[in-house]
């Protein structure tokens, strides 16, 4: 099957994001942010270290989780015994190696752009306020963001609806008003846990 073109996906998500929705809620990393390949990166050098030789498909199956839990994950799966710093130099290594050079994801980027000011927009991530927010400066769309809940905000993160809750109350908007985009299970299994609508837009 052909893959659909950059304004294919743009139509399908424009069509989508008309009609009830008052909010649309995006994930960072993955949904507007071209830089899965790079956090994954991070995570295989970092771990590395530790003698552990990392088999990235983990960190898609863990899409949305807090880096903190992540390296839990890791050292339960590979039966390690992993500092909690680990976590501080997977997100450091990814800020100072790869984070200026992040790419938008440019049609989910352009659906955010074009719903400025008709819709209420956040963006709900798994990752630190500070890489979140840079991500969000270097492609260009962080003074659109009206709302920004990262790792740390709520008592539990993704997989759990608290982060999509928490940016619904703080837009002063309904779960049911809220359409969120994802690109991971745990985001997903979040927002339908939220009461919310949702789109995967790796898989359109």
Not at 147 to 158: M, R
């Amino acid at each position: 099957m052909q893959e659909k073109s950059i304004a294919e996906k743009l139509e399908i998500l424009n069509n989508k994001t008309n009609g009830k929705y008052k909010a649309l809620l995006y994930d960072c990393d993955g949904t507007l942010a071209d830089n899965m390949m790079a956090h994954k990166l991070s995570y295989k050098e970092v771990v590395a270290r530790y003698g552990v030789d990392l088999d990235v498909a983990l960190i898609d199956e863990l899409a949305g989780w807090p880096t903190k839990l992540v390296i839990q994950e890791i050292a339960k799966r590979y039966h390690v015994d992993l500092p909690e710093s680990v976590a501080e130099e997977k997100s450091a290594l990814f800020f100072e190696k790869y984070i200026n050079n992040t790419q938008p994801i440019p049609f989910v980027t352009e659906n955010l752009k074009a719903n400025v000011g008709k819709k209420k927009i956040g963006v709900v991530s798994g990752g630190s306020r500070k890489t979140v927010t840079r991500s969000l400066e270097v492609i260009g769309v962080k003074p659109l963001i009206d709302v920004l809940i990262c790792a740390g905000d709520t008592p539990k993160g993704k997989p759990f609806p608290d982060p999509f809750l928490e940016a619904a109350k703080e837009l002063g908007v309904k779960p049911e008003e809220c359409l969120v985009f994802e690109d991971g299970d745990p985001g997903v299994a979040a927002a339908e846990a939220a009461g919310m609508d949702w789109v995967r837009v790796d898989k359109l």
